[in-house]
């Protein structure tokens, strides 16, 4: 299990949240591990779903901080960045994302991991079953790979990771830490 200092946060109540649906993976983790084959296969999709809606969250944690925290800012972003993203209207995981990558604001050595999201992002939207887009393979089943639930897992950590490495708040933490429920890919900083 990972665990992840949630003082990252500033909208209190979507942590709380956030460490919800993070017990909701536990459990889907829990029933995964003493699944049949078939059994974990069917539980893949529901998990990356609930991984990409997590990313979502906390990237729209710090979008709301930088628009809205005026006084106490937001450290290691700066000012141009945090008047620039003011400036825009934000509010969905897509505009998310690329206001994340136009910043780097996760300092990503790997070209590929900004890529990575918006593939997570199309993928999240697989939710609606009918894949009117066309999105990955037709079948949810095979769309929904494993491969895919590890690079949603990666991507998980390596988002709140950064954030909690980089973007912590000054002596707050009043929300309970963050427990991913698999073994880590990255080492803490």
């Known amino acids: 299990m990972v665990v992840i200092n949630s003082s990252f946060i500033g909208d209190f109540k979507l942590g709380d949240n956030m460490v919800f649906n993070l017990s909701v993976l536990k459990t889907l983790y829990d029933l995964r591990s003493a699944a049949t ?63 994340a990558q136009k910043h780097d604001l996760f300092e990503a050595q790997d070209v590929d991991f900004y890529n990575e999201l918006h593939e997570l992002r199309k993928l999240r939207n697989r939710v609606h079953i009918q894949n009117t887009k066309r999105h990955f393979e037709a079948d949810d089943v095979v769309a929904f790979s494993e491969e895919r ?41």
């Open 37 to 99: 084959q078939n059994q974990r296969a069917n539980l893949r999709k529901p998990i990356i779903i609930m991984n990409v809606s997590i990313i979502e969250a906390v990237l729209f944690d710090l979008h709301n901080r930088i628009k809205t925290f005026t006084r106490e800012g937001v450290a290691n972003i700066s000012d141009a960045v945090m008047n620039y993203i003011r400036l825009k209207k934000t509010d969905e995981l897509e505009k998310y994302i690329a206001s």
């Open 149 to 189: 639930l590890v690079l949603s897992e990666r991507a998980l950590e390596f988002v709140m990771r950064a954030m909690a490495r980089k973007y912590a708040r000054p002596a707050y933490n009043f929300v309970a830490n963050f427990d991913l429920p698999w073994n880590a890919y990255f080492e803490p900083v």
